[in-house]
Nanobody
Framework: QVQLVESGGGLVQAGGSLRLSCAAS????????LGWFRQAPGKEREFVAA????????DYADSVKGRFTISRDNAKNTVWLQMNSLKPEDTAVYYC???????????????WGQGTQVTVSS
């Protein structure tokens, strides 16, 4: 069992930056791929970024490519999402998730955090 806890969300103006963290407890998440997803009010949860367990392979949604960076430190059991040049449309609850493969598909992730709110004002 892996417990995931996100932090770092908040209110930021458009063009600003935030860095989200996701810390794991319980079983280490070394060996797991990690993903970030987001869900805006009235919308389905969508893929944002993913990173392989080695950290070598990453994947990004087109809407965040070039602005967001996913990284991880297995020794610290932590994954980060650096978000730059934020836009109002980035407003959502952001979730981290752990799974056995690096994928964009929600159902492939086994463990989920509770989410952290990101609000970008115009």
């Amino acid at each position: 069992q892996v417990q995931l806890v996100e932090s770092g969300g908040g209110l930021v103006q458009a063009g600003g930056s935030l860095r989200l963290s996701c810390a794991a407890s319980g079983r280490t998440f070394s060996g797991y791929a990690l993903g970030w997803f987001r869900q805006a009010p009235g919308k389905e949860r969508e893929f944002v970024a993913a990173i392989s367990w080695t950290g070598i392979n990453t994947d990004y949604a087109d809407s965040v490519k070039g602005r967001f960076t996913i990284s991880r430190d297995n020794a610290k059991n932590t994954v980060w999402l650096q978000m730059n040049s934020l836009k109002p449309e980035d407003t959502a609850v952001y979730y981290c998730a752990a799974g056995v493969v690096t994928t964009r598909r929600l159902n492939d992730y086994r463990y989920w955090g509770q989410g952290t709110q990101v609000t970008v004002s115009s």
